[in-house]
């Protein structure tokens, strides 16, 4: 049985420092990025990868059917379908990872995402444009998942900074496609609007490769220096999960808690991205004038991405912030029952404050796990389901509307599953540890190359 799943955290997990003074190797502790900027380097490049494929299509959505005869049903299966994939293919990347390692299951998730990209710009019939798009989306639903582990591994110092920066990145994965989508293809062909985005995907995948190889070497190197066997690290200590760290997270009640602020969060985060233009246009707002208002709330979280992870990691319980944020969330859902059509501007500012806990929860799979193995396991978790909820979200507030004939109803929820929140945040924050303790070889490791390639 592995020790107590649940550990104090006394102050800002710092593992690097923690370690390199008994380290036989290290007399000094090393440089902040010195050896990891090509890690840092593919984090970003994978986080401008992972909502491109959702973003690129429904600007030209209007083109695209002029040469693939979609329904109206199909359609709206397309908004479905990133949330599904993201649910069902995000729990698939722990066992993937469990299998060949978290370096090999994200250059695989990055080339699956890239060819279901160029083929679904190929297809000609609905059908097939949907299957490809589960398929390029899969990849980005894996990624998700594989993001916080990683960050775990290469940064157990800077899982903060790291964080908000692959955040900032997925901010921007949302924003840019939308402003070259139509005009490129215009330009060109709407086939080319939709596929050109692979080439960040296969970018992407450079830097892991080179991290692949570069690993080996460093493990090489370092049984030389050491005098060990070539391959000193356990599962743990690279990220593999041996299942028992599967049992652990899935019995842990802060983990169940952490499941449910992810799904509040992005249920609220994707019913604001399907319904707030129908709801400002309900108002008496022209149509683009909603547009607008629908990308501020897109683009505030880049700026709230880049310090909410480092609050998280800084303070020993970051809940005080998370009700900052949903105090936010909840007075622009009060302003748009009230007078939606009225003090317009600070209500979507509020709302575009709002989910900014969703980068402090990514932040917080790292930094209350007790290895890169629970980190993979716990980010599976609470990325597979909390998606499966939130796919929800969406579907229910348009029944909802149509049901009522208004937005008071659906408003209501909407501050409901806020509450919800709050109370999943309680828990999900506690400054405890979740997963087995490392075992004694795992932390020699960690100490002797925590995180790091050779420079």
Not at 181 to 187: G, T
Not at 251 to 279: C, D, E, I, K
Not at 373 to 379: D, G, H, I, N, W
Not at 436 to 453: C, F, I, M, T, Y
Request: hydrophobic share 55%; aromatic share 8%.
């Amino acid at each position: 049985m592995p020790c107590s799943q649940h550990r104090q955290v006394t102050g800002p997990p710092d593992p690097v420092h923690d370690h390199v003074q008994e380290s036989p190797v290290q007399s000094a502790a090393p440089a902040p990025w010195r050896g990891r900027i090509v890690v840092l380097v593919g984090v970003v490049l994978v986080g401008l990868n992972l909502r491109i494929a959702v973003a690129a299509v429904s600007p030209i959505i209007d083109v695209v059917r002029q040469d693939i005869d979609f329904s109206p049903t199909q359609v709206g299966l397309l908004g479905t379908v990133p949330v599904l994939s993201f649910a069902v293919f995000g729990s698939l990347a722990t066992p993937l990872a469990r299998k060949i390692g978290l370096e090999p299951a994200m250059v695989a998730a990055l080339l699956i995402s890239a060819v279901g990209e160029v083929v679904r710009a190929t297809t000609h019939g609905p059908q097939a444009f949907l299957a490809w798009s589960m398929i390029a989306l899969a990849g980005m639903g894996m990624g998700n998942v594989l993001l916080p582990p990683l960050v775990k591994r290469y940064f157990p110092d800077r899982i903060g900074a790291v964080t908000g920066a692959y955040s900032v990145a997925l901010s921007i994965s949302t924003a840019v496609p939308p402003l070259f989508a139509l005009p490129l293809a215009r330009a060109t062909s709407w086939r080319v609007a939709v596929g050109v985005w692979a080439v960040v995907g296969l970018v992407a995948a450079v830097p892991w490769v080179v991290v692949i190889v570069r690993s080996a070497a460093a493990r090489a190197r370092l049984a030389t220096i050491l005098r060990r066997a070539p391959a000193p690290h356990g599962p743990a200590a690279l990220g593999e999960t041996s299942g028992g760290e599967v049992r652990v997270v899935w019995r842990s009640r802060q983990a169940w808690a952490m499941v449910v602020m992810f799904a509040m969060n992005a249920l609220g985060t994707y019913v604001g991205f399907a319904w707030l233009p129908t709801l400002l246009a309900d108002a008496g707002l022209p149509a683009d004038e909603g547009g607008r208002w629908l990308a501020v709330f897109a683009v505030l979280g880049a700026p709230m991405s880049l310090f909410a992870p480092v609050l998280a990691q800084r303070m020993r319980n970051p809940y005080p912030v998370v009700v900052a944020f949903v105090a936010c969330w909840a007075v622009g859902y009060a302003g748009l029952w009230a007078a939606p059509a009225h003090g317009t501007a600070v209500w979507m500012v509020l709302l575009g404050i709002g989910p900014s806990s969703f980068p402090m929860l990514l932040a917080l799979l790292g930094l209350r796990s007790t290895t890169p193995a629970t980190a993979v396991a716990l980010s599976g978790m609470v990325q597979g389901t909390g998606y499966v909820v939130a796919g929800l979200g969406p579907i229910g507030i348009g029944v909802l509307y149509e049901a009522t004939g208004g937005w008071h109803a659906p408003i209501g929820v909407l501050l409901a599953c806020l509450g919800v929140l709050l109370v999943a945040a309680w828990f999900a924050c506690r400054p405890t540890m979740i997963g087995p303790e490392p075992a004694v070889d795992e932390r020699a490791d960690a100490a002797d190359v925590p995180g790091k390639l050779p420079g």
